[in-house]
């Protein structure tokens, strides 16, 4: 098995572990987050891909893990995720740019 496989499994145990400590929690969150992802304006696979970026940016190593294999399950392609891999990057370094501009420079002259 795999780090990424391994890591999605621990989570899934975690999972089930909240579900018999807090049911209501659980069940919400699962109802939730499943009406989140289902095809609706935008499909099953973009709205994983849109996860996998935010997860990339927010460095969140489950996440990242996790919903690439959603979307490649969903059909991207490994293009597509790498798309995403870009357009992260791209969005993280313009926010710290923005962030440098509007709170550092500003105290510099």
Do not use: W
Request: glycine share 8%; net charge negative.
């Amino acid at each position: 098995m795999d780090l990424s496989n391994d890591k999605i499994s621990t989570y899934k145990d975690e999972i089930l572990h909240l579900k018999k400590a807090m049911p209501k929690v659980a069940e919400s969150y699962h109802h939730f987050t499943g009406a989140c992802f289902q095809g609706g304006e935008l499909d099953e696979m973009t709205k994983q891909l849109i996860a996998l970026g935010i997860g990339l940016f927010a460095n969140n190593e489950l996440c990242t893990f996790y919903h690439t294999e959603e979307a490649r399950s969903k059909g991207a392609t490994e293009a597509q995720i790498m798309e995403v891999v870009a357009v992260a990057s791209a969005a993280s370094a313009g926010h710290a740019l923005a962030q440098g501009l509007m709170r550092v420079q500003p105290n510099l002259h």
